[in-house]
């Protein structure tokens, strides 16, 4: 493979899973390489820097002064503004960021989501014992993603008669470059219609608060103000977006590293919860389900010898780093004990560290275990559907049937 | 092992055995030292790993990273000798180490 000829914006390129050879290819040959956009709506925007190995990565993720995330996270170009209402503190910098972040930090820290695990309990149980009932089902729709979908919408204050909306949004808002969820351009109208729908509950809770997250942002103050209903909007569609998609994803595709690798499944079923810590961060590490973030070189510089100028994008793709050979021993393979396991799943670091991952590391176990417990020898029943996306690697589809010739 | 003491705000210490290549707030958190909140898992996310080296020791450690320095300006009473435990990864010649705990993290 000619890793010249590897361009990452190019839709071809992100059809079925990831090509795994290609970001090979670029971490031997050609590790920063730079990438203009295709045709298609995004043409004519600035390229940028595309880092493939993980020490590149991490210098970049952990130098928030020389590599920012103003004006944006986005791949694109996109003003601030238009930036901080997709992805509000996450495109921000600085005390501003830290004082945003700080307000929900504490209560997605590793004590803050106990709070919140009966709930998650209950839900997995529902859909694991659904699935085992019908005994074959889209483990993509059915059980993995509904379940942080409910999550996340119980602790921000959605009604469940809005959670498959709220999934439906998020996903065409993450994955919508993906041309069968609308593409590039159809992006900014899913963001928006998730802030108007947080902007409308914050407004509800203002008028009669219940024990939710959005009526709880209406009792914080920063910098000697309380939130307007608008940006308690753009922070309900934040976490939402954030919670869903990505734990949705880590949990379809468990299923699948549990048909493709049955050794490692039965092992974790000796010890469901035991081996849950080690073996979630393994998923996330060969999943990554966001794929890359971006950031911007605030002055002229230089990365293993590349210069980089001050503006330009720099592209950390943290699916390439999580496979680096050099980190990780066999990289490719689905190793629950995998120990030392430093992965860049929730980013490479820093002060924009995944603020969601104690969350996902409270709900992943729960799911594997239930999984474990009650939908032995999965099997393929139906080609699985992958997300044609270079942002998230989600699974649209994965038809499975359980416990074929087992007396449950 | 090398004995790291930790000295609350109220004077009282506590003296806990550190194993070589975890981190001081690893140690810490598993024993209770609730003035090290972690909110962020150890990430260098959150400044609520802080704390404050006795002077003398402050040179014996090996230097701030460009992250750990972006994150401690946020932190609450920050002092010249202060760092962020999650970011200390303990070494046999940290035996003796002496940390302050703050009363506040940010």
Same mark, same amino acid.
């Given at each position: ?93 600085? %005390? ?13 820290? %590793? ?47 959605? %009604? ?40 409308? !509950? ?50 379809t595709h468990m299923m699948r590293l549990f048909m493709e690798n049955p050794d490692q499944m039965a092992l974790w079923a ?94 992943? %176990?729960? !799911?594997?275990? !239930?999984?474990?417990?009650? !939908? ?33 | ?44 996310a959150c400044a609520t790993f802080h704390v404050i080296v006795e002077p003398d020791w402050a040179g014996r450690l090996p ?44």
């Amino acid at each position: 493979m000619d890793a010249t000829k590897i361009n990452l914006t190019d839709p071809a390129f992100w059809q079925g899973p990831v090509n795994f050879e290609a970001f090979a290819t670029l971490r031997r040959d050609l590790p920063i390489s730079w990438h203009d956009f295709c045709e298609g709506p995004e043409h004519g925007m600035t390229g940028f820097w595309a880092l493939t190995r993980y020490d590149d990565i991490v210098t970049v993720s952990q130098n928030s002064s020389l590599f920012r995330n103003q004006p944006s996270t986005y791949i694109g170009d996109q003003s601030e503004e238009e930036a901080q209402h997709e992805g509000w503190f996450l495109n921000m910098d600085g %005390p501003r960021h830290f004082m945003l972040r700080s307000v929900v930090q504490k209560i997605l820290s %590793p004590k803050g989501v106990e709070r919140y695990r009966a709930n998650a309990e209950a839900h997995a149980t529902a859909l694991v014992l659904a699935a085992k009932e019908k005994g074959e089902v889209d483990f993509a729709t059915d059980v993995a993603q509904p379940y942080p979908v409910a999550v996340i919408c119980d602790f921000l204050g959605a %009604p469940p008669s809005d959670r498959k909306h709220m999934h439906y949004l998020t996903q065409h808002a993450l994955a919508g470059d993906a041309p069968e969820l609308g593409g590039p351009a159809s992006v900014a109208s899913y963001f928006k219609e998730l802030n108007d729908y947080g902007t409308a !509950l914050a407004r509800e809770r203002r008028r009669s608060p219940k024990d939710d997250f959005v009526s709880y942002l209406h009792t914080v103050e920063v910098d000697g103000r309380r939130f307007t209903d608008e940006e308690i909007g753009v922070q309900f569609q934040l976490l939402v977006t954030a919670g869903m998609e990505t734990t949705g994803t880590v949990g379809t595709h468990m299923m699948r590293l549990f048909m493709e690798n049955p050794d490692q499944m039965a092992l974790w079923a000796t010890d469901p919860d035991g081996l849950a810590a080690g073996a979630v961060e393994e998923m996330v590490r060969l999943i990554t389900p966001v794929m890359h973030m971006r950031r911007t070189a605030a002055e002229d510089t230089e990365i293993a010898g590349q210069k980089i100028a001050a503006g330009d994008k720099v592209v950390m793709w943290f699916i390439s780093g999580n496979r680096d050979e050099t980190k990780f021993q066999h990289p490719d393979h689905f190793h629950i004990q995998r120990n030392p396991n430093p992965h860049m799943g929730f980013g490479g670091g820093g002060r924009h560290t995944c603020l969601g991952a104690h969350l996902a590391r409270m709900e992943l %176990p729960i !799911l594997a275990k !239930l999984t474990l417990k009650h !939908l032995s020898r999965p099997e393929p029943a139906g080609e699985p559907v992958y997300v044609a996306s270079r942002f998230a690697n989600g699974m649209l589809s994965l038809p499975v049937r359980f416990n074929q010739g087992v007396r449950t | 092992m090398p004995k790291i003491t930790f000295i609350r705000a109220d004077g009282s210490q506590q003296v806990l055995d550190g194993a070589v290549g975890q981190s001081v707030m690893q140690l810490a958190t598993a024993h209770g030292i609730s003035e090290i909140e972690a909110d962020c898992g150890g990430a260098c996310a959150c400044a609520t790993f802080h704390v404050i080296v006795e002077p003398d020791w402050a040179g014996r450690l090996p230097p701030q990273g460009v992250m750990e320095a972006d994150m401690i300006t946020f932190a609450a009473g920050v002092t010249p000798t202060s760092r962020l435990s999650c970011q200390l990864t303990i070494t046999d010649n940290m035996d003796g180490l002496i940390l302050h705990l703050p009363t506040q993290q940010v």
